[in-house]
């Protein structure tokens, strides 16, 4: 059954059409791929998804919701999370307190009992924090809890958006480039993290990324966008050999000499 | 400073030694004594008395920061706030009203600092809460109820106590009636709406006399009601104090505001240590982020400008009692950039640095800086080589400006910066964590290794 199911999605910025008639369906517990050139559309597509923009046609459901055009907080609380193409970190924050805010909603202590300072705040503040800490210690950054966001390397800050994202108890995470700017070593690291997403977790991941050889060691589904138009689906093999998808990456010469 | 690195220099070695251990305590008790000695032997409004009130200060300053036990620091800072300053007051008005004054923008500043320093939404009309405030209790408890509807009389003034709390909530509706037009707003945009509102709330106050006068214009509402004395017998009987029903309501509104600040205190860092303090930082860092975890940006942003709309609201009432009089010019832009001053002098979203800055923008402007324009006019007249154009008194404000600009330059995060609270609560359970991994990861972290702990077998 599909978690995520896109259907006909389409978002124009004035003349420029950033996605156009996209569908996508995305299987319960599997990592799919978002592929593309630069400016395809990928993070236009992602953007629709976790409702910071609205679809101008298309539905999309989530877990049999529709929420095509729903407030981006309300698609967090029903369990979507992402993380962001340029680190998105609450930089002043420490690691501790990043992964508290990803566990908003699921922290329903009302203000009245914060106020008064009832039994149950200090009860669930705690509880909190041990599982913040147990997010944390899952990316290997537990050590590191009481340090600003800002200080960290930048390998730790992929790591920590994702521990951020892991603290909502999401049933989807979409991870827009979790590889940028890292060394292979660090690419390889992120990639085991990623599998155990789904393999420990039972998460449903999808992904957008450049780096060819970690999107096709790992998904099980990738979908090619190009000028905002899904051109080529299917798993690593069916891709690879696809001469649309080679005539997008490298040139209609080189489609020809491939084939 | 609360690290335990080792002294560098002399001077950080006088820190260390003064501020624990049994030399701390005796200290800081000697401080208070003389301290004590000094405010109570003088109680003439002078330069001494000036010193000794901003020496008393100063040890209220180093008890906060001091690393004795907190019982020790309750215990003395209590005596010093609810028994010395109080008694002093009975000798000298003028020093306990600065007091309550600064009480006053304590308060104010704490709720600013909530919308300002918590929330990150710049609010140049804040003054305009505590204007609705002061008016509330203004006109409900003056012949103006009489003047709006002939067939309406004044509260009686025992009501002050209820009044307090609704000024609390008419504060907090109109934080979310400013909040709710502004809230696709922010940072410069989202400060000049807010300064039009508080304009407009002041405009209000000036031009509502007519066709109903409901405001009395810009002659201000006169006779403001006082609460009734009802403990007056409890201090002339049983403590035997011999106080007249004027200082009596000096210690009455001090202990007011100074309740009041004290609760203002704990909810502000109740609310900063919980998820909606979290919240609140998170808008102010980064929106989009926020609302990706789930946090609803609208009620978010309301709640801010309601909790800090609502103390201003509830300390207006007290304001508009203690003064007696009110009118427009009370509640201008200066009030409010003032109050900005204050949060940002000592330091935004850092409790005790706000009201440090609250209680130094307060003496500055009634105390110290009239007290140096007076030494300064008094050195002129002695001889002293300063040009008689130059007159001390016109030239306050400047020092106000040039400290700003001083402290912006060299301490632009304020005196008391923000520090990260550090993990207590959670240090000494971590034990007994289950851990999914079954990795080794207890208390002491081990060091941090570039892949993650239990990666590998797949990849």
Known sequence: MALLEATNVTKTFGGLTAVNDVTLMIEKGSIASVIGPNGAGKTTFFNMLTGIY?????????????????????????????????????????????????????????????????????????????????RLAYVGLDAKREEL???????????????????????????????????????DAATGLIRRLRDDLGLTVVLIEHDMRLVMSISERISVLDYGTKIAEGDAHTIRSNPRVIEAYLGKGAAGAAA | MATMSPPTNLWEQVKATLSRGPTGYSFLGLYAAICTWLLLTNPRTSLNTDI???????????????????????????????????????????????????????????????????????????????????Y?????????MTLMNPAWSPVPPIMFYPFILLGLIVGATFGVLLGLPV?????????????????VIRVLANNLDRPINITNGSQGIRGIERPPLIFADFVRNTLGLNLDDQQLYQQFFYFAVLLIVMLTVVVVSRLKHSRIGRAWEAIRED??????????????????????????????VIFASKQLFINPPTFDLIRSINILAMVILGGMGSIPGVMLGAVLVTMLDLQILPRLATVLRDLQRAGAPIPAAFDPTQYQRLFFGLLLILMMIFRPTGILPDERRKEELVEDQVVDLPLDDGEVDSGEPPPPTQAPPGSGPIA
Do not use: C
């Not at chain 1, 919701?65 to 970190?89: E, K, V």
């Not at chain 2, 509330?136 to 103006?144: A, D, N, P, R, V």
């Open chain 1, 54 to 134: 609205k679809p101008d046609k298309g539905a999309i459901l989530f877990d049999g919701t529709s929420i095509a055009g729903m407030r981006s907080d309300r698609i967090a609380a029903l369990g979507m999370r992402r993380t962001f193409q340029n680190i998105r970190l609450f930089n002043n924050m420490t690691v501790l307190e990043n992964v508290l805010v990803g566990m908003h909603t699921r922290l329903h202590i009302p203000f009245w009992q914060i106020i008064a300072s009832a039994p149950g705040v200090r009860r669930e503040e705690t509880k909190a924090r041990d599982e913040a800490r147990e």
């Open chain 2, 136 to 144: 509330l209790w203004g006109i409900m408890s003056t012949e103006q």
């Open chain 2, 287 to 316: 929106e989009t982020a926020a609302i990706a975890q789930g946090i609803p940006l609208v009620r978010t942003k309301l709640l801010a400008f309601a909790v800090g709309a609502s103390f201003a609201g509830a300390m207006g």
């Open chain 1, 149 to 187: 966001a800002k200080n960290l390397p930048y390998g730790d800050q992929r790591r920590l958006e994702i521990a951020r994202a892991l603290a909502g108890d999401p049933k989807l995470i979409l991870l827009d480039e979790p590889t940028a700017g890292m060394n292979p070593q660090e690419t």
């Open chain 2, 183 to 199: 809230l696709r707003l922010r940072g410069d945009y989202l400060a000049i709406v807010t300064l039009g509102f508080g304009e």
């Open chain 2, 52 to 134: 000794a009130f901003a020496l008393f200060l100063l040890l209220l300053l180093l008890i906060y920061r001091s690393q004795v036990a907190l019982g020790f620091k309750v215990v003395l800072g209590g005596l010093m706030l609810f028994v010395v300053l109080p008694i002093f007051g009975t000798l000298n008005p003028f020093y306990i009203d600065v007091a309550t004054q600064a009480g006053i923008f304590v308060a104010l500043a704490l709720g600013l600092n909530v919308v300002v320093g918590f929330a990150g939404l710049l609010d140049l009309g804040y003054v305009a809460f505590f204007a609705v405030g002061a």
